[in-house]
């Protein structure tokens, strides 16, 4: 069975940081570009970052720059998203998602939810007091 999943999400205080791991099987991700994108309440689906087969070339959504850190381990069939500085507008479902797209498109932002071929089924993040 093909699927991704998701882990690591859980209520954190603001300021605080979370680990989100993405998790495929049945499948390899070493030819597969990885989204994470994010859900909050009552709002659509939005892109949070994406990272290239290679890991050499990732992206970021303005609100996310310079507080999280997409990465990948080839070898484990993982992506992570590091999130530090967690903001109350952070909170939400995270879904992570494999999509076969060029290194360029994942550099400069060319890619969407049209382009995703395989989901994940998300997890909560809250950042709350």
């Known amino acids: 069975q093909l699927q991704l999943v998701e882990s690591g999400g859980g209520l954190v205080q603001p300021g605080g940081s979370l680990r989100l791991s993405c998790a495929a099987s049945g499948f390899s991700l070493d030819y597969y570009a990885v989204a994470w994108f994010r859900q909050a309440p009552g709002k659509e689906r939005e892109p949070v970052s994406c990272i290239s087969s290679s890991g050499g070339s990732t992206h970021y959504a303005d609100s996310v720059k310079g507080r999280f850190t997409i990465s990948r381990d080839n070898t484990k069939n993982t992506v992570v998203l590091q999130m530090d500085g967690l903001k109350p507008e952070d909170t939400g479902v995270y879904y992570c998602?494999?999509?076969?797209?060029?290194?360029?498109?994942?550099?400069?932002?060319?890619?969407?939810?049209?382009?995703?071929?395989?989901w994940g089924k998300g997890i909560l993040v809250t950042v709350s007091t």
């Open positions: 998602a494999a999509l076969r797209v060029l290194a360029s498109v994942v550099a400069t932002g060319g890619w969407s939810s049209y382009d995703i071929d395989y």
